[in-house]
């Protein structure tokens, strides 16, 4: 089977064209990697610890974070597993697919971290809305007209 730039595909590459295109150099280590992914979790939540550690108390708000850190670093060093057998994996989806030699299951996975994005987003605009609300207080918009303009400030 051809792919779009004429080049000769095998049976262990996916439908999706370009992954020698879209693969980076890989210039991190598992530990580094595990990093980027926990500063990205965090990163959305960042706002919202405070509400969380005046809900959970400080054992629970201080462990929540290391749980999730310990979490990404057993993720990070499976991707990082799953790299170097299959160089071609270069995200979980992909890893997924070679793992389990199934479309379904790299489609499965796609689909449930859209859905994560997609869901830790909208939180975000959300809190973002109130926020911006709450700084224009004369202002009487409702959230959805809110979460507009935080969509709109954020489109570029």
């Known amino acids: 089977m051809l792919c779009k730039m004429g080049k ?22 598992w530990t580094e990697a595990a990093w980027v992914i926990n500063a990205s979790v965090i990163g959305m939540g960042v706002l919202t610890l405070p509400r969380c550690f005046v809900i959970l108390g400080w054992v629970f708000g201080f462990l929540g974070p290391v749980v999730c850190l310990a979490a990404n670093i057993c993720v ?17 989806p992909d890893a997924a697919y070679f793992a389990f030699r199934s479309r379904t299951a790299k489609a499965v996975i796609r689909w449930a971290l859209y859905c994560e994005k997609a869901s830790c987003t909208a939180v975000y605009v959300s809190l973002m809305a ?11 918009w409702c959230l959805a007209a809110w979460c507009l303009v935080i ?6």
């Open 8 to 29: 000769r595909r095998d049976d262990a590459h996916d439908s999706d064209s370009s992954i020698d295109d879209r693969r980076a150099d890989q210039k991190i280590s």
């Open 130 to 140: 109130t926020t911006l609300g709450s700084a224009f207080y004369t202002v009487r």
């Open 76 to 92: 990070a060093h499976i991707m990082m597993e799953i790299q170097t057998i299959h160089p071609n994996a270069i995200s979980l």
């Open 151 to 156: 969509f709109i400030m954020f489109l570029p």
